[in-house]
């Protein structure tokens, strides 16, 4: 109709960077990396934003690293048809998985074996490992080689079986390294600082520790009195490592130059395992056979040591369902987590607290980074709780048909595990969930 003015349509690409900002300091950032791309002018303020100095992430729930939903493939060099491995998140608060939060949409090689501060450390054929940031797309090449400074008969049953035989002998890569973190500096900045940082390793089917510096490149050896191990963390300038055995806790100092090549050992706790409590839960849920595994978290300036039973059944005759189809029954050893107890460790006394209840904390537990979190950083967890996923390397890379399935929370009031993602619908996990705490850098 004549006289009737329309509105003028808001042109959301000429909003001011001061006003996208201050709504970006709102925002987790998964949601800050959704909002980049809307178009090249918010990506451009996103970047600049995340970039700054001033930046500071909000908490978040860490996200979990799953398999795609469907296998894929594409051409090699030789146009013969490969799998590849994509990228695939599960978001514990909205509880479905998405795939298109990552700036790198590239696929990745190799084995998986860690992930820390959100960064995943890729194994390749060859034993060379790198660092990997899904959201942006930086990888880290570490140069440092497990080869060097070894024996011959090292060098034989560390690396060059593991390229020679990776198949039968390191299944997965996660006998060979089992567990990868970054040492970090300064844990508060988040961004990793070549001159500074570095990497720690548990390999050789947990027997060894091992550190290498970026600045280095060299893998120096961990000599500690209670080998194999579990776990191994490092904060405020100490890298803490607990036996797969008996839970012993060693502790390193790195402080006095920094991290350098020369730790002092400064502490070394026995253990004091529940086996009075943990024989008579197992007695009275009718478990025949137990496995235990051990972790160490940082929680509120205090360190954890967690113990993990696993519940070992008997070989069961289970129809296997690949590629749509649901093939012959096969036996399988099934396994799953059946109780965890949680201690407090007193660096005076040098001994475990028992512990009943996490307060307003929250624990993610696996293959990863151990994590504490406070709950109301958590949306979607269940407070003095612990998320935990697959670590039981030994079973979950067994079978080709089954493994990397274990996973659910542990309430520590409630003292029973519950599901958190549905693993019913595949036997094999692969790669094995991992958690991620999405960073920028």
Avoid at 365 to 392: A, E, H, M, W
């Amino acid at each position: 109709m004549a006289g009737i003015k329309r509105k003028r349509e808001a042109n959301w690409c000429e909003v001011g960077s001061d006003i996208l900002e201050s709504i970006m300091r709102r925002l987790c950032f998964v949601d800050i990396l959704r909002m980049k791309r809307a178009c090249r002018w918010w990506f451009s303020v996103g970047e600049s934003y995340t970039s700054s100095p001033s930046y500071r992430p909000c908490f978040q729930t860490p996200w979990l690293l799953i398999p795609p939903p469907e296998e894929e493939e594409e051409d090699d060099d030789k146009g013969e048809r490969k799998s590849i491995i994509s990228l695939c998140f599960f978001n514990l608060d909205e509880k479905k998985p998405y795939r298109d939060v990552c700036l790198c949409r590239e696929v990745y090689e190799g084995r998986c074996v860690g992930s820390s501060h959100g960064w995943l450390f890729l194994l390749d054929k060859t034993a060379n490992l790198s660092l990997l940031n899904p959201f942006s797309g930086a990888r880290i090449q570490v140069e440092g080689s497990l080869k060097e400074g070894r024996s011959e008969e090292e060098e034989l049953f560390d690396v060059d079986s593991y390229t020679a035989d990776g198949a039968k002998k390191y299944k997965g890569g996660r006998a060979f390294i089992s567990k990868a973190i970054l040492m970090m500096s300064d844990i508060c900045k988040k961004k990793i600082n070549k001159d500074k940082d570095g990497v720690v390793l548990i390999y050789r089917g947990g027997e060894k520790l091992a550190f290498c510096m970026f600045n280095d490149g060299r893998f120096m050896d961990l000599h500690g009195a209670h080998e194999s191990y579990n776990d191994v963390i490092c904060y405020d300038n100490l890298v803490c490592a607990i036996s797969q055995f008996y839970g012993f806790v060693e502790v390193w100092d790195f402080s006095t130059t920094g991290f350098s090549p020369s730790p002092t050992k400064v502490m070394d706790i026995r253990s004091c395992l529940p086996l009075k409590k943990a024989r008579e839960f197992l007695k009275s849920t009718r478990q025949v056979c137990c496995s235990y595994h051990f972790y160490l978290v940082e929680s509120c300036g205090e360190l954890l040591s967690v113990l993990r039973i696993v519940s070992e059944f008997m070989d069961v005759d289970v129809h296997v369902h690949e590629n749509g189809k649901d093939n012959q029954p096969k036996k399988i050893r099934l396994y799953k987590t059946l109780m965890f107890y949680v201690y407090r460790v007193d660096p005076h006394h040098k001994i475990l607290v028992e512990m009943e209840s996490l307060g307003d904390q929250v624990l993610f537990l696996g293959g990863s980074n151990s994590i504490s979190l406070r709950v109301q950083d958590c949306p979607g967890c269940i407070k003095d709780s612990i998320y935990f996923t697959d670590s039981y390397w030994e079973r979950a890379d067994e079978d080709d048909s089954y493994g990397g399935h274990d996973m659910g929370y542990y309430n520590l009031k409630d003292k029973c595990v519950k599901p958190f993602y549905d693993t019913l619908h595949r036997y094999k996990m692969k790669p094995t969930p991992f958690w991620v705490l999405p960073n920028p850098w």
